[in-house]
């Protein structure tokens, strides 16, 4: 398809678990965005992005038709889609081009609290109701288990309930869907978080500089979540002890305190939190005037 237009679109899910976190991770990348009146679409004020708001489900296929240049959605959707364009003859139209490190969850097989479990064996000759069709066959076929999916598009927790499965195999985050429901996990088939996938369509040079640039703000932004920037006071003697108790820390920076003898400031980056026992054990090394911040913004 002929790229007409230059602005890069983005199909992000409208509403649900990833919709806050993923407009908030762009927003941080320095996008601005003002949604329609609709709901269904939130332009961008200063980059020639624009967010496309649809189901997570239709956002795989958005992306291979090239309807969408760009996708925000998790694994488990990404490798479902992936599956049935695989049956169906096409090779997965979208590569999946960045990790974002959040909507973790996992896709997993859950047992009523009655049942009794031993093994993936016990799956054998049943039910096994699910929305991720394509992923349990594949995962009974590896596993050479003869069962049968039963398609539920939602509320596949009450399916044995209602005497439709023994199984279910469903997405299981916190666990507080299962137990409410009287489930326990027993087969864990698939991690998932959040991944940003791209069309296989060349984006052309100019779009494509963007979409690079988009991914290493993203990973500017991931990189800071947990950094912290240091500064201490310490005697130069004890420099080699306080670099090795820094977390995740590069070279320091050290400098020469005025007037006071042999005691210096040391300036680190860590590149992960800092806690108060870290703290304590740097003070208890010698080090004094400790102060901990927040890094904003990350270019490496
Ligand atoms: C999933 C899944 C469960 C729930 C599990 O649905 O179908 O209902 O989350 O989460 P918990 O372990 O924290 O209770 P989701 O909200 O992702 O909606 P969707 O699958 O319909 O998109
Ligand atoms: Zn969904």
């Not at 958005?62 to 695989?86: A, F, H, M, P, T």
């Not at 009794?116 to 799956?123: A, D, F, K, Q």
């Not at 690079?212 to 912290?228: E, F, M, P």
Request: glycine fraction near 8%; charged fraction near 25%.
């Amino acid at each position: 398809m002929q790229h007409s237009t230059q602005r890069i679109k983005i199909a992000v899910q409208k509403k649900g678990r990833l919709t806050e976190h993923s407009i908030d991770l762009l927003e941080r990348c320095g996008l601005k965005v003002t949604k329609s009146k609709d709901q269904l679409i939130c332009y961008g004020e200063n980059m020639p992005i624009d967010l496309l708001l649809v189901r997570d489900d239709d956002i795989p296929g958005l992306v291979s038709d090239d309807v969408c240049d760009l996708g925000i959605v998790g694994l488990n959707v990404v490798e479902e889609k992936r599956l049935q364009l695989e049956q169906d003859g096409s090779s997965g139209q979208f590569k999946q081009i960045f990790e974002l490190q959040f909507g973790h969850c996992r896709l997993s097989i859950a047992a009523p609290d009655g049942l009794e479990y031993r093994g993936p064996e016990s799956l054998e000759n049943t039910k096994i109701a699910t929305s991720y069709v394509g992923l349990l066959r594949n995962y009974l076929t590896n596993n050479n288990i003869h069962a049968e999916p039963v398609y539920f598009s939602g509320a596949v927790e009450i399916a044995p309930k209602l005497g439709r499965a023994d199984f279910i195999c469903d997405l299981v985050s916190s666990g507080g869907t299962l137990a409410a429901n009287g489930l326990r996990e027993v087969e864990v088939l698939l991690q998932s978080e959040a991944v940003v996938i791209q069309t296989l369509e060349p984006l052309g040079s100019e779009k494509q500089a963007l979409v690079d640039k988009i991914i290493q703000r993203l990973d500017g932004v991931l990189k800071v979540n947990d950094s912290k920037y240091i500064m201490l006071h310490a005697p130069r003697s004890a420099l080699a002890e306080i670099r090795a108790l820094l977390p995740g820390a590069e070279a320091p920076t050290v400098m020469p305190l005025e007037g006071a003898g042999d005691r210096v400031a040391i300036h680190a980056v860590c590149r992960e939190n800092v806690f108060w026992e870290t703290l304590e054990n740097l003070k208890a090394a010698g080090a004094s005037s400790l102060l901990v911040l927040p890094v904003e913004k990350m270019l490496a």
